[in-house]
């Protein structure tokens, strides 16, 4: 069977962490016989954009529909294109339209890698934070009225329905209940935010009613980013609404030494259409040009897209390979936000090198 897959590698240092992800892809395809067909895309891109006014072809839904997974770099370019417009134009376009209602996103401190968290050490940081991604405070409900006056009002309304946020939570309470710890922590903010969140709540507890095996902590958002600091080890899988999701799922990997590493599969979990599997991080306008971007949150996204496509071996295969690159811990290998002064290609040859074997 040939899996289909999109190679969509967007702006800045996506299109150098792109070719590394897709060389740990290949290599692993080649080692346990998976047959993949890459097709690349120049769209949801601010190049595209600056060249078609938008930043998607019409028949883009058409194109990607029937792929088995979309493989994403980053996307933006705020100096060319406002954040807002090239974001809405592309990526979140694509979790909304093929309905990938969880955004997984593992947190894991790698040996050979600083926590700037005093004395932490790998197995001490090691969770999951399960982002709601198509609702939520992502909504284009709301306007701006009386622009340019005293009165001007701008409203941004948070949608939550039923719906979505059971299935979200239902997929949190599994993966829970599949982990040793069987452990969930949702993010609430039912003090401050007295409509929905109070209602969050209550989501939380109707819905866990069906998995008694597992052990549910609420925590408010504000004291929850404290604890993801100070007690990182307490966490096993987090819950959160889009925004809240967001942020921690930036925080969780900068506890863990650099958001450089951190992946993320955009998942639609029925299957009806293509998963999306991305790094946490964007396209680094500070950095882009250098060639010392961090590969391995694409690389590590490659993995994710390997195990979703049915092929744990090959996802574990590539995760044993950047570890024990990141243990060797060679500064000529290595990059720069990892201690090193390598390069993103000699990092990313490096553990195409290991996957081969
Ligand atoms: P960013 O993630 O691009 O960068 C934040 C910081 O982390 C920068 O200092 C950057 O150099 C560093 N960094 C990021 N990835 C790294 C890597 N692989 N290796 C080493 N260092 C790395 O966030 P930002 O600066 O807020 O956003 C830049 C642009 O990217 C904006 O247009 C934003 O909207 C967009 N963005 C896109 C995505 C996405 O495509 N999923 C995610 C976040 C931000
Ligand atoms: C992410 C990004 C996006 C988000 C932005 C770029 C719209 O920060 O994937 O985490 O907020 O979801
Ligand atoms: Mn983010």
Not at 213 to 225: G, K, M, P, R, T
Not at 336 to 349: C, F, M, N
Request: with cysteine; aromatic share 8%; hydrophobic share 40%.
């Amino acid at each position: 069977m040939t899996h289909r897959i999109a190679v969509i590698p967007g702006d800045g240092i996506g299109k150098e962490v792109m070719p590394e992800g897709l060389r740990a892809l290949e290599a692993a395809a080649a080692r346990f016989g998976i047959d993949l067909a890459l097709e690349p895309f120049d769209f949801a891109s601010c190049d595209y954009y600056l060249e078609h006014g938008q930043m998607l072809p019409d028949d883009w839904f058409e194109t990607l529909k029937d792929h088995d997974a979309i493989f994403y770099g980053a996307v933006g370019w705020p100096e060319m294109v406002p954040d807002h417009i090239s974001l809405w134009g592309s990526l979140l376009q694509f979790r909304r339209r093929f309905d990938q209602y969880v955004n997984l996103r593992p947190c894991k401190l790698l040996p050979g890698v600083k926590s700037p968290l005093a004395g932490r050490e790998p197995g001490d940081i090691d969770f999951y934070v399960v982002r709601e991604n198509t609702e939520g405070e992502y909504s284009s409900v709301g306007g701006r009225m009386f622009e340019g006056t005293e009165r001007e009002v701008v409203i941004q309304e948070t949608v939550m329905t039923r719906t979505g946020v059971d299935r979200v939570l239902k997929y949190a309470y599994e993966l829970a209940a599949s982990r040793p710890r069987k452990q969930l922590t949702s993010a609430t903010k039912s003090n401050g935010i007295a409509i929905t969140m109070p209602w969050w709540d209550e989501r939380v507890k109707a819905v866990g009613e069906r998995y008694p095996e597992v052990s549910v902590q609420a925590f408010h958002i504000d004291i929850l980013a404290a604890n993801f600091v100070m007690h990182p080890d307490w966490f096993d899988v987090v819950v959160a609404s889009n925004l809240f999701g967001d942020i921690l799922s930036d925080l969780g990997p900068a506890c863990t030494g650099t958001i450089g590493v951190a992946p993320s599969a955009n998942i639609n979990p029925d299957g009806s259409f293509p998963s999306l599997f991305e790094p946490v991080h964007g396209s680094a306008p500070d950095i882009a040009g250098r060639g010392i971007a961090n590969p391995i949150g694409q690389v590590w996204s490659a993995a994710m897209m390997l195990e979703h496509l049915g092929h744990p071996d090959a996802g574990r295969a590539i995760v044993d390979a950047f570890e024990a690159v990141l243990s060797e811990g060679d500064p000529a290998v290595l990059t720069p936000d990892v201690g090193g002064q390598g390069t993103t290609e000699t990092l990313g040859r490096a553990i195409a090198a290991r996957i081969a074997g």
